[in-house]
């Protein structure tokens, strides 16, 4: 530890997480720490310990938005695209902040869209096999599970293969249609 600053730093991370939903806390942790710093060099430039402050906690935050992306990427649960795209999302704000301060020279901050972009790809890939697969079960539950995952695959890519087409008649096949018959002569 260099100065007291970091130690309280690391403190008000450590207590964050401990009070709260882990997974939310300790991202907005890092990041939350990391934009306060970056605020306060911004109004002292000239602060030497300030910007290696901020350097060492870029290189953290972007350690835990990785670190998390990992643990994403070995999980089988389609939820993992979600949450894989807001780490890159978080990774490309703090890389936005880096870019547009004072010490842009100083740390090397890529551009995530390309992940961000793949990303959105594959889920729209798995997405669709997904509703395909419910649509071959020819039953109203899985067309509206169809439909369901068309929908999301044009969140992840707009106009992805045949999906509006698919995602429409995945809506006709959910939806039952009942007939009424005319009374005749009060014949019931």
Do not use: W
Request: charged content about 25%; overall charge positive.
């Amino acid at each position: 530890m260099r100065n007291p600053y970091t130690v309280f730093i690391l403190a008000f991370v450590l207590i964050n997480t401990s009070c709260s939903n882990p997974q939310k806390a300790v991202s907005y942790s890092e990041d939350k720490v990391f934009f306060e710093t970056l605020r306060k060099l911004e109004k002292k430039p000239n602060e030497l310990q300030l910007k290696q402050d901020v350097i060492d906690l870029y290189k953290q935050a972007v350690q835990g938005h990785k670190d998390r992306i990992n643990s994403y990427q070995v999980n089988s649960d389609l939820s993992r695209y979600d949450n894989t795209i807001s780490e890159y999302n978080s990774l490309q704000r703090l890389s936005d902040a880096i870019k547009t301060s004072s010490i842009f020279r100083d740390v090397d901050a890529p551009n995530y869209y390309t992940e961000v972009q793949r990303v959105r790809e594959e889920a729209a890939g798995v997405y669709y096999d997904a509703a395909v697969a419910e649509m071959r079960t020819d039953t109203r539950e899985g067309a509206k599970r169809a439909y369901q995952n068309f929908q999301k695959v044009s969140q992840y890519v707009p106009n992805y293969r045949d999906v509006s087409r698919l995602q429409k008649e995945a809506y006709e096949r959910s939806i039952v249609n009942i007939m009424i018959n005319p009374i005749q002569n009060g014949v019931y």
